[in-house]
């Protein structure tokens, strides 16, 4: 069966680097939240202590960073500076457009069952809001981040107080960030009737040309149209690769998932 | 026209060239104090009427602004009504020992009536007790003239022994951080309350949005008639959910049977 190529090698990379180094930030993260909890004493148990689990989760902050400044630069390199403005208002690009705020009621009224469903193109709005609610979350968990760092030099430029309230930023900019990947992103990424058991398109970098025509109609046509399908057409991967991104994703999902059930069944201790 | 170019151009020469001259002398002062770090200047002079033996000298700041808690309501009484001398002996955070003239007091532990104050982050993360920070018997209360926890000294004698560099403005982080979302914060520390509470209607938003949109999203694909073809892997989950989609059809058929029955028996 063949395949539309979705995301480039280099895209599928960041998203890599994205979901490793966020799921150790994730775990060191909550261990220490937790570390007044038995749970949270574990965790950090896990990681060599609540010293390392700190440090740990400095060097990969420090990392997360490192990828994030090597994506803006991705970026910018790769936008069409000469076809300004056009070039990144496209439907090609994960800049909002006025078609997806149409998209998104006609969506809404599908779900309902008050309409046929929207016909969307490369990516449809939730897709960009994911995009962008990531990026600036890493711009505010990675700014918050990098000034908790060392709290004595930073408290040279800035109240000592302050820290108290870039902590509580901090944390529940993260919390609202786990939560939406553990119970949204996996959900639309796993459990969606197309996508189950798991959506392979971010490793494969490919999806199915028919499930694309019958998801994305528009993407598709324009395609045609354009004369650009051949193009983007890509075989799919092997199924020994099929095997290795199943079981990898699954390990992550399940990780993640222990740290959710967990990080709920002992709020209310985090509380007393 | 010309004439104009040139005297822009001109000004953005020198606006340029001023521009670096001041970031070239702005990088080269050592050290530029910044306003939550200031330093008392009369450091000699101020308290030497009323300093025993000028030992904290070279390290105290004017007990100043950089406080983010206004007031703890309730625990602070109003001063008119006390009067100051009253006050000398009366408030507690202001006496040499703070816990002077309490029955029992050596019978008891800190938390016994202090409870909460051990959940912070010092003793929770790092196991520090009450008394490595607040000192041995008789503890000083923290805004007493001498005691080490005044905040004019309080980064050089507590934070310092653990925090290499601690500053003044370091010593204003709060320990005992009021929770960041009661009420009562709101009076004693707006900034943290407004905060949590933005962040916090930032998450319950997204969730309160996208949460139920995910699962309507999955719950409507799974009625979807007009069936995409699935991938090689996806074909059990097809299966099963037509499976379950079809009880559920047989489920709502098998009621509209009886109904049928009735109008024929009529």
């Known amino acids: 069966m063949q395949q539309i190529r979705r995301f480039t090698p280099i895209q599928r990379g960041f998203h890599l680097i994205l979901m490793l180094t966020f799921v150790i930030q994730s775990a060191t993260g909550l261990a220490r939240m937790y570390v007044g909890t038995g749970w949270g004493k574990q965790l950090t148990d896990l990681f060599g202590g609540y010293p390392n689990t700190l440090t740990i989760h400095k060097w990969v902050g420090l990392l997360m960073l490192f990828a994030f400044i090597i994506h803006l630069i991705y970026i910018l390199a790769t936008i069409n500076w000469r076809g300004l403005p056009g070039s990144i208002y496209g439907p090609d690009s994960l800049i909002p457009r006025l078609e997806d705020i149409g998209q998104s009621i006609r969506h809404v009224g599908w779900i309902l069952g008050l309409n046929g469903p929207p016909r969307f193109d490369r990516w449809a709005y939730w897709e960009k809001f994911d995009y962008w609610a990531v990026f600036w979350g890493i711009c505010l968990l990675g700014g918050t981040g990098l000034i908790l760092y060392n709290p004595v030099i930073s408290s040279r430029f800035i109240p000592g107080w302050a820290l108290n309230v870039l902590l509580w930023i901090h944390r529940i900019e993260a919390t609202l960030a786990m939560a939406h990947v553990f119970l949204i992103h996996f959900f639309i990424g796993h459990l969606r009737r197309e996508n189950f058991p798991m959506d392979l398109v971010m490793f494969e970098g490919g999806i199915d040309l028919e499930k694309a025509r019958h998801e994305r109609p528009d993407w598709v046509e324009r395609m045609e149209n354009e004369g650009a399908l051949q193009n983007v057409l890509v075989a799919k991967s092997t199924l020994s690769l099929r095997v290795i991104y199943h079981v990898f994703g699954f390990a992550i999902v399940i990780g993640c998932l222990y740290l959710l059930v967990n990080a709920f069944l002992n709020a209310h201790r985090l509380m007393g | ?266």
């Open chain 2, 1 to 266: 026209m010309k004439g104009a170019m040139a005297v822009i151009r001109l000004a953005y020469h020198w606006g340029a060239f001023g521009f670096l001259i001041g970031a070239a002398v702005f990088l080269t002062i050592p050290s530029v104090p910044s306003w939550a770090q200031e330093e008392v200047t009369s450091k000699i002079y101020r308290y030497r009427e009323r300093v025993a033996t000028g030992y904290y000298e070279g390290y105290e700041v004017s007990p100043r602004r950089a406080r983010a808690i206004l007031e703890t309501p309730g625990i602070r009484r109003d001063r008119f009504s006390i009067g100051a001398s009253a006050a000398a002996v009366r408030i507690r955070t202001h006496l040499p020992d703070s816990h002077r003239g309490l029955k029992f007091y050596y019978r008891t532990t800190c938390i016994e009536c202090h409870p909460g104050q051990a959940r912070n982050l010092h003793s929770m993360r790092a196991g520090i007790t009450c008394r490595q920070c607040h000192g041995p018997e008789p503890i000083a209360a923290i805004n007493h003239y001498y005691s080490a926890m005044n905040t004019i000294r309080r980064h050089a004698y507590v934070c310092s022994k653990c925090h290499e560099g601690a500053t003044a403005s370091f010593s204003g982080f709060y320990v005992h951080e009021p929770p960041s979302t009661a009420l009562s914060t709101r009076e004693s520390f707006p900034l943290l309350f407004y905060t949590s509470w933005g962040m916090l209607v930032l998450l319950l938003g997204t969730l309160a949005f996208f949460v139920p949109h995910s699962f309507m999203v999955g719950f409507r694909e799974l009625l979807d008639k007009t069936k995409a073809p699935e991938s090689s892997v996806g074909k059990l989950a097809n299966s099963v959910s037509h499976r379950i989609m079809g009880g559920i059809r047989k489920l709502f058929e098998k009621k509209k049977v009886p109904e049928n029955e009735v109008d024929d028996a009529a």
